[in-house]
């Protein structure tokens, strides 16, 4: 007996009528005249009288009834648990690497975390190379992050901007007052990076490989603010995007002269139903980005 059979069955019995169990159902009259034939043949059971028009229950069929009732009331409620579980799942794990969470995480922990206090937010700072494979293998659900769109084709990317990368130095060294720099400006300069799990360190990388020659890193850092103190102390200049430089902060963030973005946006995995906690999160990141743009 299929779960169709059962609430067909249930539906006749309710009505004790087949044309009303199947105005009910939105189907043809003859599909459930038939559904009651094969279910009488497969159980062998002998489920109603006909009198008439009128369709009356026999014993067995009032004990089939019972059963089926109480399937179907499990069913109900297992799909309606199902439904609470994917619409109220209040808990995201999301990646937000450094150069972006500078200006997201105080409105992400802030303000949504507010609004939303059933939400519990789970986020990693990583790198964005690192949190676009924590995505890809389900260990997180959603990354706000710099990307590009050839890193794997099991993931989909919302771009929210482009963002610039910016040669960031400190307010003393010569090319702080400059509008913006040139390649051979900056060629020769102490760089300190930020390192290969970050899309920065590969753009800068493939920058000095297209002018045939190799930057002049004196270090190479996992964290943001390691990169920022050594540039505020003057000891080297280095790149990164223009929204990870803060008002107030003893750093300048110059343009190239030939500027180059990298994506920025959210990204999940293709083919994973979002859940409605990660819809509302999307939404926000959306709508604030126009303020923050």
């Keep these: 007996m299929t779960l169709t059979q059962m609430r067909y069955f249930y539906e006749v019995c309710r009505w004790q009528n ?12 003859p599909t459930i005249s038939v559904a009651m034939r094969t279910l009488e043949e497969e159980t ?13 229950m026999t014993s067995e069929g009032s004990k089939l009834l019972s059963k089926v009732n109480h399937i179907l009331n499990q069913m109900d409620q297992l799909e309606t648990e199902i439904q609470d579980m994917a619409h109220n799942r209040n808990h995201i794990r999301m990646a937000l690497p450094l150069q972006i969470g500078t200006r997201f995480l105080p409105r992400i922990l802030g303000e949504f975390r507010i609004a939303h206090p059933k939400i519990k937010l ?27 769109t050839g890193f ?21 060294h ?9 390649f051979v400006d900056f060629a020769d ?26 930057p002049n890193l004196i270090h190479l850092s996992p964290y943001l603010h390691t990169i920022k103190n050594l ?12 929204q990870a430089v803060l008002p107030g902060e ?3 963030a110059i343009p190239l002269e030939k500027p180059f973005y990298i994506n920025s946006g959210i990204v999940t995995k293709k083919g994973r139903q979002l859940y409605e906690d990660e819809r509302m999160l999307i939404d926000y990141l959306k709508e604030i980005t126009k303020d923050m743009m």
């Design 44 to 56: 062998g059971l002998n489920l109603f009288h006909r009198e008439g028009r009128k369709l009356v």
């Design 174 to 182: 010569p090319l702080a007052k400059r509008k913006s720099v040139s």
């Design 18 to 29: 087949i044309t009303k169990a199947a105005e009910h159902l939105h189907v043809s009259q």
């Design 122 to 148: 789970e986020v990693i700072e990583s790198g964005g190379i690192s949190a676009l494979q924590m995505v890809e293998d389900e260990k997180l659900d959603i990354a706000l992050t710099n990307y590009t």
């Design 189 to 214: 300069e102490p760089l300190v990076m930020l390192d290969s799990h970050y899309f920065i360190h590969r753009m800068v990388h493939d920058l000095f490989m297209a002018n045939k020659c190799k």
């Design 250 to 252: 003893n750093l300048v």
């Design 152 to 172: 794997s084709q099991k993931l989909f990317y919302q771009k929210l901007y482009d963002c610039e990368c910016c040669f960031v130095t400190y307010p003393d």
């Design 231 to 242: 540039v505020e102390q003057g000891i080297c200049s280095t790149f990164l995007a223009r």
